[in-house]
C-alpha cells in the first residue's frame, strides 16, 4: 500500500501512536501488579509487625500484673527477697539501712515534688496567668 497524501500518512502515525499493542498492555499490567505486589508486601509487613506489638504489650501486661499481684499477696517484703541472697549475719543491719535510705529518697523526691508545685503556682501568680 502505497500512501501519497499526507493526510493518510498522519491517520496511520496517529492510529499506530494510540494503539493498544502487546507490549502497552503487558506494561500496563506489569505495572499493575508491580504496584499490587507492593502492597501487598506493605500490608502483610505492617500486620505482622501489629501483632507483634499487640502480642509483647499482652505479655508486658501479664507480666506486670502476676508480679504485682506475687508482691502484693506475700508475707514478706520485696526487701526480705533481695536480702535472702546475702548471709545471715549483715542482713539486720542491712536491712534497716536500706529501710532508711529508701524512705529517705521517697522523702526528698516528695519535698522537691512538693518545692515544683509551689514553685510553679507561685511563678503563673505572679505572672497572672
Do not use: C
Not at 23 to 44: E, G, P, T
Amino acid at each position: 500500500m502505497f500512501l501519497s497524501n499526507t493526510e493518510d500518512i498522519s491517520k496511520v502515525a496517529f492510529a499506530a501512536h494510540n494503539s493498544y499493542g502487546a507490549d502497552k498492555i503487558l506494561n500496563s499490567v506489569y505495572q499493575l501488579n508491580s504496584k499490587l505486589l507492593a502492597l501487598a508486601a506493605f500490608s502483610i509487613t505492617f500486620l505482622a509487625q501489629l501483632a507483634a506489638s499487640i502480642g509483647n504489650l499482652a505479655f508486658q501486661i501479664f507480666l506486670y500484673f502476676t508480679l504485682v499481684f506475687l508482691l502484693v499477696s506475700s508475707q514478706t517484703s520485696i526487701l526480705d527477697y533481695m536480702l535472702a541472697f546475702l548471709p545471715k549475719e549483715p542482713r539486720l543491719n542491712l536491712k534497716q539501712d536500706l529501710q532508711a535510705k529508701i524512705s529517705g529518697v521517697f522523702t526528698s523526691q516528695l519535698e522537691s515534688a512538693l518545692y515544683q508545685a509551689v514553685f510553679t503556682w507561685m511563678l503563673l501568680d505572679y505572672a497572672k496567668v
